[in-house]
């Protein structure tokens, strides 16, 4: 059973920085693209990045582009979202989630395992 375990929400200004991890349990990394999810209340998930398998490609939604940075360390099992210059309108709960076959992805349908969020709050 792939499982993922993210940390690093919690509240911060507009214009501040977080940095979420995304860590596997029970299975190795390395194989897998994995992405990055959100969902503010009253709204469907929105892909908000993507890391290819070996780490040389990656992806971004145009709302983040510029201001967020993914990446991984396969020999951690591990993958980041580097978040700066937070909005208000990036308040969500994130999730990190992986598909069995395939590379990166937008459609949250694609998706196999998730893990279970992490909170991230944008506010004064």
């Known amino acids: 059973q792939l499982q993922f375990v993210e940390s690093g929400g919690g509240l911060v200004q507009p214009g501040g920085s977080l940095r979420l991890s995304c860590a596997a349990s029970g299975f190795t990394l390395d194989h897998y693209a994995i992405g990055w999810f959100r969902q503010a209340p009253g709204k469907e998930h929105e892909g908000v990045s993507c890391i290819s398998s070996s780490g040389i490609s990656t992806y971004y939604a145009d709302s983040v582009k510029g201001r967020f940075t993914i990446s991984r360390d396969n020999a951690k099992d591990t993958v980041y979202l580097q978040m700066n210059s937070l909005k208000p309108e990036d308040a969500a709960v994130y999730y990190c989630?992986?598909?069995?076959?395939?590379?990166?992805?937008?459609?949250?349908?694609?998706?196999?395992?998730w893990g279970q969020g992490t909170q991230v709050t944008v506010s004064s």
């Open positions: 989630a992986t598909r069995l076959s395939g590379g990166c992805d937008g459609r949250v349908d694609e998706y196999d395992y």
